[in-house]
C-alpha cells in the first residue's frame, strides 16, 4: 500500500516486529486476547478490568515498536 525505502537493515528491530505482530506470547497478541474476551464477561466490572488490561498490554506493544515515543512523552 505505502512504499517503503529501507536505509539501514535492522535484525534486532525486526525480530521483535515479528514477535510482536505474529507471537503467540506477544503484547498484541494478548491484548486481542483480553479484548475478545472482554465481551463474554456477564458483569460491567469484569468488562472494565479486561478493557484496562488489554489497553495496558496495547501500551506496551506500542512502546516496543517505537522506544523513541516513550522518550518523546516524558
Known amino acids: 500500500e505505502f512504499p517503503v525505502k529501507i536505509t539501514k537493515p535492522d535484525a534486532r528491530l525486526a525480530k521483535i516486529m515479528i514477535e510482536q505482530y505474529g507471537g ?39 512502546y516496543q515498536l517505537f522506544p523513541s515515543y516513550s522518550r518523546i512523552r516524558k
Open 24 to 62: 503467540a506470547d506477544g503484547e498484541l497478541g494478548a491484548s486481542l486476547r483480553y479484548l475478545s474476551q472482554k465481551f463474554t464477561m456477564v458483569t460491567p466490572e469484569a468488562k472494565a478490568t479486561l478493557n484496562d488490561i488489554a489497553t495496558e498490554e496495547y501500551v506496551c506493544y506500542i
